[in-house]
């Protein structure tokens, strides 16, 4: 998204727009988590999470391999099994279709099925998926207007997931 933007307001041809996408990914994979962390309790979070039987993915605009490095990285990767990334399907969040992949793959309801996220994206596909939508207070959108979304849930903290879940 980032190049296409950039690649319009430049009017950059075809050409330079591929080169500056390769150069950017590889940009982006060379330096991918090396100044990144997660916020706190994430970590403890999602272990008790994975320790109690919930299932996870990650469904993110990301290419998988960038992905799931990170994950790997970070050292978190064993709870999520699944990772759905930007070109797993032929559409992107806020597209439902990744969600709704998801689900299948997890052998899960939409129902059954819970998106925490931080961008409008997230938002959009949870609700035209049909998925409940937990809005996190913090993170990359964070300065979205939230009522705008329509979330089931605001977290201000990751810990306080167990709280929603009942756990």
């Known amino acids: ?5 950039a690649s319009r307001a430049l009017d950059i041809d075809e ?3 591929d080169r500056l996408t390769q150069v950017f990914l590889q940009h982006n994979a060379d330096a991918n988590g090396r100044h990144s962390q997660c916020y706190p ?3 403890q979070t999602l272990a008790d999470l994975d320790r109690r039987g ?7 605009n990301k290419p998988p391999a960038l992905a799931e490095a990170l994950l790997t990285l970070r050292g978190i990767e064993r709870v999520f099994p699944l990772v759905i ?3 797993t399907l032929p559409h992107k969040k806020p597209d439902p279709a990744p969600l709704r992949h998801a689900c ?3 052998a899960m309801s939409a129902e059954q099925c819970l998106m925490i996220g931080d961008s409008r994206a997230d938002a959009g596909a ?3 998926a049909g998925i409940d939508f937990v809005w996190t207070g913090y993170g990359y959108h964070r300065d979205d207007d939230e009522r705008s979304l329509t979330p089931v849930a605001t977290l201000h903290t ?3 997931l167990k709280e929603l879940l009942q756990c």
């Open 1 to 5: 998204m980032l190049i296409d933007r």
């Open 54 to 60: 919930w299932q996870m993915a990650i469904v993110t």
């Open 126 to 128: 949870a609700e035209a």
């Open 41 to 43: 309790g994430v970590e």
């Open 158 to 160: 990751f810990p306080t």
């Open 85 to 87: 990334g930007g070109d």
């Open 15 to 17: 050409q330079w727009h």
């Open 104 to 106: 299948d793959q997890l």
